[in-house]
């Protein structure tokens, strides 16, 4: 805003963030001047961007109350202003902030965010002054979460607008971030439809902080809400833990493919590296099974995420999720230190993976690597009669299957045996080539066999005899840094390491 000269009535100093004068003050309260108020509220919205200007003000105890009492008699125009200087007033420093609960200043603002009709301009400063108010301490955050919820914050969240939802996200943030008693009242009672109306908006509109993804941390990882979320978003009445499937996209909606999609992205970026339980990872195993059953596997997806189909998009997602969660490493050498940056052991983490094996999930990825028909370069090296199966109905779908195969794989023998007892080596073993459709499913299948194959004698002895059988090339198993022998005396094949 630039910076206009202040009229000499007003006692306001020419240099650099001069302290208040009486006059000042007296021009706010009365406020029977436009141009001399417009005048102040510019030099107060200036003065308040500075941390200096900001504890310049909290020595004078007149300001906020003043600024309070305009801001429910002003015109929209000079209401903004008033709001922005009590945002800026009230943005860490704890002298405003208290001063500010002390004289209603969020019953006030939620009054005026009523009277103004819930107008979006007017929401987002007054979210964002809110929001600096909670961020001082409990009996802050009390006040406002006393005075806006539910009903105030049930309004707010039917905005459609991005520049409404990010300053609600962050309120929220603030008030939940230290009391489990308030996100049970944000998402208990079987509904969480404030937070639903925040994906609703958010995967229409957009949003451009993180403070969604923050929020979606705290109710989906740390705490065992996302079953009820995802439910809340539905466009049908099916249960996660029923038998019951509807019909291909009539299953999922947009909303519901919104909210896996931030979720993999926040495990993707590795903002939040440890799940707490093993019920977030479980109801997204049975969202795959879900989607895998009615997903179009006809056509050739020819494009990446979003695909605009919700459960090709779910289908995508719920593989991503999981293949993060199965990287996380269980331990090897218990005399280091977790890996883990966000708390918890792993040895929860140990049983979240065994909680997604045990519940089916190696033997529904192995049955669906085993549907699709082979990878491009298998086909173009057979005939067509032995190319039959399921097409990926997205670019990337196989390489997606065998990278959670493959990290579930790591280090963990059981699986490795499980795999061979259900006749997958040889599965395996044919990902290990480029295909146009998948990218990278040569790297994730050299992965995944290296992982099947390690202190696994058993397994090696396997392959070692598909490879003399010429079940699989040999240029597959030198990338692997291995070559088949045969031992003179026992004339039995065995895998060498030549890396």
């Known amino acids: 805003m630039d910076e206009s000269p202040l009229p000499e009535e007003l006692g306001v100093p020419s240099n650099d963030l001069p302290s208040l004068s009486e006059n000042l003050i007296q021009t706010l309260i009365e406020s029977t001047n436009p141009k001399a108020l417009e005048e102040t509220l510019e030099f107060l919205f200036e003065a308040s961007k500075t941390p200096e200007g900001r504890s310049d003000h909290a020595s004078n105890k007149k300001i906020i109350p003043s600024l309070l009492h305009l801001s429910q008699t002003l015109a929209e125009a000079s209401l903004l202003s008033s709001l922005k200087i009590l945002r800026n007033l009230c943005a860490g420093e704890i002298l405003n902030q208290s001063l500010f609960v002390e004289e209603k200043g969020v019953e006030i603002v939620l009054a005026v965010l009523k009277s103004a009709g819930f107008d979006p301009d007017v929401v987002r400063i007054g979210l964002q002054l809110i929001g600096n108010v909670a961020m001082a301490g409990e009996e802050h ?241 057979r005939a067509q009669e032995e190319n039959q199966g399921k097409v990926c109905p997205y670019k990337g779908y196989r390489s997606d299957i065998v990278a959670v195969i493959g990290n579930c794989t790591f280090r963990r023998k059981h699986v490795q045996d499980e795999i061979r007892s259900q006749k997958g080596i040889l599965l395996l073993l044919q990902q290990c080539v480029v295909d146009g459709d998948n990218p990278f499913l040569r790297e994730w299948g050299i992965w995944a066999v290296r992982n099947l194959l390690e202190g696994n004698v058993e397994n090696q002895q396997e392959v070692a005899e598909l490879e003399l059988q010429g079940s699989v090339d040999t240029p597959e198993i030198a990338r692997l840094g291995l070559r088949v022998e045969v031992d003179e005396k026992s004339r039995r094949a065995k895998l060498v390491n030549i890396s």
């Open 141 to 381: 955050v009390s006040a406002v979460w006393d005075r806006f919820f539910p009903l105030g914050f049930d309004e707010i969240c039917r905005i459609r607008r991005s520049e409404v939802c990010d300053p609600l996200c962050m309120v929220l943030c603030a008030c939940c971030r230290d009391s489990r008693e308030r996100i049970e009242e944000l998402c208990g009672n079987q509904k969480v439809p404030i937070v639903a109306e925040i994906l609703t908006t958010a995967s229409s509109v957009g949003f451009r902080e993180d403070w969604l993804l923050l929020l979606l941390t705290r109710i989906c990882f740390k705490e065992d809400y996302f079953s009820r979320l995802f439910l809340e978003l539905s466009s049908t009445s099916f249960s996660i833990n029923s038998s019951g499937l509807g019909c291909r996209d009539a299953l999922f909606s947009m909303e519901q493919a919104f909210l896996l999609g931030l979720l993999s992205e926040i495990l993707t970026q590795r903002m939040y590296d440890h799940i707490d339980s093993s019920d977030f990872a479980l109801s997204v195993l049975e969202i795959l099974k879900r989607a895998s059953l009615v997903v179009d596997s006809v056509s050739r997806g020819q494009s990446s995420l979003p695909m605009g189909s919700p459960t090709t998009d779910i289908l995508k997602y719920s593989l991503r999720i999981l293949r993060d969660i199965c990287a996380r490493e269980g331990p090897v050498d218990p005399s280091k230190p977790s890996s883990l940056s966000m708390g918890g052991s792993e040895t929860d983490l140990l049983h979240v993976v065994d909680s997604l094996l045990s519940s089916g999930l190696l033997t529904l990825l192995l049955g669906l690597l085993s549907e699709l028909e082979p990878p491009e370069t298998i086909r173009k090296s």
